[in-house]
């Protein structure tokens, strides 16, 4: 978990307001007024607006011109947020695991036809091949086989693939970095190979995704195959109306 001194004020002041609505500490469904909120918390209006707007845009709250700030406790009670966090790390943590990551040796191989068409080269082009573990609790919960086009990998992969958020070793080996990725959902069975990964029966129903990451001109440099352990990890999502 990050530290709270890593944290700017206004994601402090979210946080307390988070925990003053988990501990009803408000008698109705609406927030305080700014000014009100500000003089409890002991800071700025600035500061409380922009936690407002943060809670606003994670559905926690919808602020009704003349009214107020409605409070959404069902929100809160939503855990593995794939539309909050796009970290596998801060996905797990949501849910009160503990969470180790263990990145297996990168292996550089030849692309087949069709992974060289996942990144854009032609077959025989060179990839650089790896897998990621998400251990939850001592379990694996989240696995991920990785390839990065080796001729956009700027530094020896050996020693960072342990790299606890995937987003920081994209941004430290890969010229340009990592703008945002596409997924593609894919529920039902998956191969053998991915049921041994995770120790999940043969059989199970499992979701995986493939995704391809893309720099920020971009351009596509690597793609990822996802499955995740159904007893562990059941994704959640808020969808907001209004």
Known sequence: MYSLKSKPLYAKV???IVEMINHDAFSQDLLPSED?????????RATVREALARLTREGVITKKQGIGNFIHRSALRVKMRIDLYADFVELLE???????????S????EA????????GIEPGGLLWLFDRFYLADGRPAIWAGIGLRADRVNQAL?????????????????????????????????????YDKLRVP????????????????????????TA???TIVRLGMLRKWC
Request: aromatic share 8%; net charge negative.
């Open 106 to 109: 990168p292996r550089q191989i």
């Open 202 to 225: 043969l059989g199970t129903p499992m979701l995986t995704w493939d995704e391809a990451f893309y720099d920020t001109n971009d351009r596509c440099f690597g793609f990822s195959t």
């Open 228 to 230: 995740f352990n159904p």
């Open 36 to 44: 009100q909120l500000s003089r409890m918390l002991g800071v700025s």
């Open 94 to 104: 949501s849910a009160g695991h503990t969470v180790e990551v263990i990145g297996s």
């Open 14 to 16: 979210l946080d307390n």
């Open 112 to 119: 087949g036809p069709e992974e060289a068409a996942r990144v």
């Open 158 to 194: 050996p020693g960072l693939v342990n790299e606890r958020r995937l987003r920081d070793l994209l941004n430290r080996v890969v010229d340009g970095g990592v703008a945002h990725s596409v997924l593609l959902f894919t529920p039902g069975l998956a191969d053998r190979s991915i």
